[in-house]
Nanobody
C-alpha cells in the first residue's frame, strides 16, 4: 500500500521561508511527483512537479520555490522562500504512478502572515 506523509508546514511571516517534506512508503513505480495547494474557498492548484529530474512550476511561485527529490530517502521536498500571504493554504503531496494511479498525502497547512 502506497502512503504519502507530508510535514513541515506552519506559520511564517511574509518574506520568510518554509521547507516541506513528503515521505513515500510502499512499493510504486513513480512517473511524476508534485506539490499542490488549496486556499480557502479556492480550487486545488498545481504548485510544482518533478519527473525524471525535470521540474516545472506555477508562474506564481517561479524563482521562489524549489522542488526536489531524494530517491534514497524516498522523499520529496519543497523549499519555499520569500513567502507571500497568497501562498497560504493546505499543501498536498501527489504521486502519479507509471500505471496511472494517483496518490495523495493528507496535507499540511502553510500560513503566511502579512
Amino acid at each position: 500500500q502506497v502512503q504519502l506523509v507530508e510535514s513541515g508546514g506552519g506559520l511564517v511571516q511574509a518574506g520568510g521561508s518554509l521547507s516541506l517534506s513528503c515521505v513515500v512508503s510502499g512499493t510504486v513505480r513513480i512517473n511524476r511527483m508534485g506539490w499542490y495547494r488549496q486556499a480557502p474557498g479556492k480550487q486545488r492548484e498545481l504548485v510544482a512537479v518533478i519527473s525524471l529530474g525535470i521540474t516545472n512550476y506555477a508562474d506564481s511561485v517561479k524563482g521562489r520555490f524549489t522542488i526536489s527529490r531524494n530517491n534514497v530517502k524516498n522523499t520529496m521536498y519543497l523549499q519555499m522562500n520569500s513567502l507571500k500571504p497568497e501562498d497560504t493554504g493546505v499543501y498536498y503531496c501527489n504521486l502519479q504512478s507509471y500505471y496511472g494511479a494517483d496518490y495523495w498525502g493528507q496535507g499540511t497547512q502553510v500560513t503566511v502572515s502579512s
